[in-house]
T-cell receptor, first 118, second 114 residues
Framework: EAQVTQNPRYLITVTGKKLTVTCSQN?????MSWYRQDPGLGLRQIYY???????DKGDVPEGYKVSRKEKRNFPLILESPSPNQTSLYFC?????????????????FGEGSRLTVL | AQSVTQLDSHVSVSEGTPVLLRCNYS??????LFWYVQHPNKGLQLLLK??????LVKGINGFEAEFKKSETSFHLTKPSAHMSDAAEYFC????????????FGAGTQVVVTP
């Protein structure tokens, strides 16, 4: 089954304790990205990756790191979490194509990871 | 840089009546535009997309949207609402100079009453 898998789905942690949210897709998609969703703000893009070893900042990258060493995995790292990073996080992947390598359409989303930082 | 504004945070409609969700965008380059739907406690699902082909785009579940460059709008419509349409809807834009960078609107919550 084609899917994007995030882990953990729920996590309560404390300020300053490093954590990693994993994201894996089995569709051989070039593009992967991370978002946070907060009430009234919609989804805001944290980082994205157009392909292996290529990552770029989205709108809210501060306090986050990513890496793309393999096509299927795109982990989100919070080196020193703070309470303002309490949020619902989504990972998504998509195929790219066309002459410009643009996104060809649908983003496939994971189920989300609800993170609480105390 | 691109941006997107959803003009209504909440829309309430009666079952069987038309639905209109409004989206305006700002883009310096040729945009691609999308509408996604999120049902409670779920991830997002693509409804439809505009990527510089036909300006009237048909999507799933009877939804359609029209790209109007002169008005910088991409409004989503459905002729007859169903109870299952109750959800949150997001308008999304990406630009040709940076396809991977996506901008989401703040969302429109749709309530459908019997």
């Amino acid at each position: 089954e084609a899917q994007v898998t995030q882990n953990p789905r729920y996590l309560i942690t404390v300020t300053g304790k490093k954590l990693t949210v994993t994201c894996s897709q089995n569709m051989n998609h070039e593009y992967m990205s991370w978002y946070r969703q907060d009430p009234g703000l919609g989804l805001r893009q944290i980082y994205y990756s157009m392909n292996v070893e290529v990552t770029d900042k989205g709108d809210v990258p501060e306090g986050y790191k990513v890496s793309r060493k393999e096509k299927r995995n795109f982990p989100l790292i919070l080196e020193s979490p703070s309470p303002n990073q309490t949020s619902l996080y989504f990972c998504a992947s998509s195929p790219t194509g066309g002459l410009a390598g643009q996104l060809t359409g649908e983003l496939f989303f994971g189920e989300g990871s609800r993170l609480t930082v105390l | 840089a691109q941006s997107v504004t959803q003009l209504d945070s909440h829309v309430s409609v009666s079952e069987g009546t038309p639905v209109l969700l409004r989206c305006n965008y700002s883009s310096s380059y040729s945009p691609s535009l999308f509408w996604y739907v999120q049902h409670p406690n779920k991830g997002l699902q693509l409804l439809l997309k505009y990527t510089s082909a036909a300006t009237l785009v048909k999507g799933i579940n009877g939804f359609e949207a029209e790209f109007k460059k002169s008005e910088t709008s991409f409004h989503l419509t459905k002729p007859s609402a169903h109870m299952s349409d109750a959800a949150e809807y997001f308008c999304v834009v990406s630009e040709s100079d940076s396809w991977g960078k996506l901008q989401f609107g703040a969302g429109t919550q749709v309530v459908v009453t019997p």
